[in-house]
């Protein structure tokens, strides 16, 4: 069976602080996907990246950086200078290769609080 | 309107009532599905549509009923609830093709639903 884990279910930092947040994952499938999802205040998640499990290397966006290693089932996401309006809940995912819909299967979600 | 937008946005209820929760997508896909959040727990897959027909009923209770009518819209029946079911329902979509890559979903900001 499809798990993902993200262990540290809640993280304070001060602003402009580096942060990762740390996800585990579990499957039997050669062929998968990961994604992580930003959920705000306002409810809705909002998505941030989705990598395939064929490719490995990591991926930068602006202050945002994911570290995928097959090797250690692990997607990690950093933050670099982190802001108060990255406070949010970040969900960790995974999904199979299927075809016509997808089943993602979610991590219980890491809380960031960013003080000023 | 843009993207996924759910109606209402907070819902209260007695174990007793019938009641059902609303999904629109303004973007064309072709999934669409009903996700169940609650305090401490995985967001939980409930049920999910490709082209208006069911293609994943996650064991879910028959107290939970879904409705497709057509690729936009999205319904959740609710009748003879139970305490536990009271959670934050998000709604999503997606336009998945047939290659078995999923791509990202979209979320709309849920509903409050508290069962008394």
């Known amino acids: 069976a499809q798990k993902v884990t993200q262990a540290q279910t809640e993280i304070s930092v001060v602003e402009k602080e580096d942060v990762t947040l740390d996800c585990v994952y579990e499957t039997r499938d050669t062929t998968y996907y990961l994604f992580w999802y930003k959920q705000p205040p306002s409810g809705e998640l909002v998505f941030l990246i989705r990598r395939n499990s064929f490719d490995e290397q990591n991926e930068i966006s602006g202050r945002y950086s994911w570290n995928f290693q097959k090797s250690t089932s692990s997607f990690n996401f950093t933050i670099t200078a982190s802001q108060v309006v990255d406070s949010a809940v970040y969900f960790c995912a995974l999904s199979e290769a299927r075809k016509g819909f997808q089943k993602l299967v979610f991590g219980t979600g890491t809380r960031l609080l960013v003080s000023p | 309107e843009t993207g996924v937008t759910q109606t209402p946005r907070h819902l209260v209820m007695g174990m007793t009532n019938k009641k059902s929760l609303k999904c629109e997508q303004h973007l064309g896909h072709n999934a669409m599905y009903w996700y169940k959040q609650s305090a401490k727990k995985p967001l939980e897959l409930m049920f999910v549509y490709n082209f208006k027909e069911q293609t994943e009923n996650n064991s879910v209770p028959s107290r939970f009923s879904p409705e497709c009518p057509n690729s936009s819209h999205l319904f959740l029946h609710l009748h003879t609830l139970q305490p536990e079911d009271s959670a934050l329902y998000l709604c999503?979509?997606?336009?998945?093709?047939?290659?078995?890559?999923?791509?990202?979903?979209?979320f709309g900001p849920g509903t409050r639903l508290t069962v008394l």
């Open positions: 999503a979509s997606s336009q998945e093709s047939g290659s078995g890559r999923p791509n990202e979903q979209f």
